[in-house]
């Protein structure tokens, strides 16, 4: 796996592209970022990715892999015992659930699923707590925009997030919520709400 | 490998691709047919974050979602296998399966079921997106090769269905000269 070539399509305040981050930072894969402009995609993207052009876009030795979760599903396939464990349990019912999840989270934010662990991989970061952490750089955007408080509607998840914060692959992937408010602002602006 | 029910709808295209799954894989299991209009007490006690079908029981464990059920049809009895070995053509698969489900399917359906202006462009959206389709099939028996695979099942629907869906619907999406690959 030497000569393994990474790169990532990304935008940094993209939450999804966010997940991969940590993803990658885990298992102390060496990549090289891609800033995309979205209002101007390289060719790059567009070759990579005909049919939705989004990011983020892993492309590994000339090959692409779309999608946020696909790509960690990928991650965790090609790379499975860096840093001693893989992402996603190796019981075909349980990895099923974590998908399930993974899935649902993508279409709602869920409080509920938590409850008394740690993180939502149990005593250690696993998929779910990836998949689910960049939203909250986005926290500080949507309370500010939206008028309401993270922390007093979903207290148990703002306890998760400073753990998360504690391991190093995710204080380092994650994007100052400021820097996310700033890039907010921005769109709302050339939506003409500002 | 323990004991196996089915809880779906037969019309249902996403319990189709189950039971033609688990047909492939010669699984025995147990068929309970459901009605939309009166969910029974075992379903939504089995699924309650989705209260839709298809819904599997392995051994007593839920299930819901066909492609996650077909995924882990797939890793628990190993034998004719149905997703790609290489974890990238893993990944083009998964993307494509949700391109299907998430894109194609609404825009067919949309189709189907409008009217109008929305209607034309229902069916220009839903026959570019068959293009997409059938350039992924171009010059192959099945999309998983020589034998039926993965993304066979994923977009099986589309034989069976299509046509009833064009005829009631009064549109033509499908015909053998803008698909020839996708029509066989």
Redesign the interface.
Known sequence: MADDQVVLLDVLPSSFGMRVRIALAEKWIQYEYKEENLLEKSPLLLQMNP?HKMVPVLI?NG?P???SL??L??ID??WPHRKFRPLLPSD??Q???V??WA??IDKKLLEGVLGDKLYYGGEKLGLLDVAFIPFYCWFYSYETCGGFSVEAECPKSVEWVRRCKDVESVSKSLVDPLFVFDYVLQLRKRAGLE | MGELTLIATPQSSYCARIQWTLKLKGVEYEFIEEDLLNKSPLLLESNPAYKKFPTILHEGKPLAESLIILEYIDQVWKHYPLLPHDPSDKAIARSSAKFADEKLIVEVWEAFKSEGEKKEKAIKAAVESLATVDKQIEGKKCFGGERIGYLDLVYGWLAHWLNVMEEVGGMKLLDKESFPSLHQ
């Open positions: 049919v590994h090959k892999i779309c999608e696909n790509i599903l990928y396939e090609v075909p019912y990895r099923s659930q998908r399930l899935d649902f």
